[in-house]
């Protein structure tokens, strides 16, 4: 697994728990999902270079 699919699992399971949805403040918790999009948006992007190899 690549540091950019680990970092998406992490980040997915965060935000799927709903108590640190409930108890975080929202800035953080748009952070999070802010993150979330650029890591999969990366991955993305390296699964699009790996196929053209």
Do not use: C, H, Y
């Not at 699919?5 to 935000?15: G, K, T």
């Not at 975080?24 to 999902?33: G, H, I, L, S």
């Not at 890591?39 to 790996?50: S, V």
Request: proline residues 2%; negative net charge; aromatic residues 2%.
């Amino acid at each position: 697994m690549s540091r950019a699919e680990a970092e998406i699992v992490a980040l997915s399971q965060r935000l799927s728990n709903a108590g640190f949805v409930d108890r975080a403040p929202e800035a953080v918790v748009q952070t999070t999902r802010d993150t979330l999009a650029e890591a999969e948006k990366q991955a993305e992007m390296l699964r699009d270079r790996l196929s053209r190899l």
